[in-house]
Nanobody, 119 residues
């Protein structure tokens, strides 16, 4: 199983980025997907989640109304649209897959993509 995240980069505060995470080696629609991030010297934190069908999404409070997650099961890909970025959004962003029925336990993790927001 591989989860390949891409789309990170350097952006000015107020700008936007779209992260993608393409999954291979699994039946994508059997998995809920999550986005996490880890800033330097901080613990990894949950950012957003989406259920297997895309019908339900979840966000941490700090990104609600700025970030949107979606998925295309035909392309085995989940997305994170990030708008109105702030310097505190700077982190390595990871995607993860949780088999439906496993609750909050994520079975697979991607390598991460760096997002840097300059002030």
């Amino acid at each position: 199983v591989q989860l390949q995240a891409s789309g990170g980069g350097l952006v000015q505060a107020g700008g936007s980025l779209r992260l993608s995470c393409r999954a291979s080696g699994l039946t994508f629609s059997d998995y809920n997907m999550g986005w996490f991030r880890q800033a330097p010297e901080k613990e990894r934190e949950f950012v957003a989640g989406i259920n297997w069908s895309g019908g339900s999404t979840y966000y941490t409070e700090s990104v609600r109304d700025r970030f949107t997650t979606s998925r295309d099961n035909a392309k085995n890909t989940v997305y994170l649209q990030m708008n109105s970025l702030k310097p505190e959004d700077t982190a390595v962003y990871y995607c993860a897959a949780a088999r439906v029925g496993n609750g909050e336990r994520y079975d697979y993790w991607g390598r991460g993509t760096q997002v840097t927001v300059s002030s």
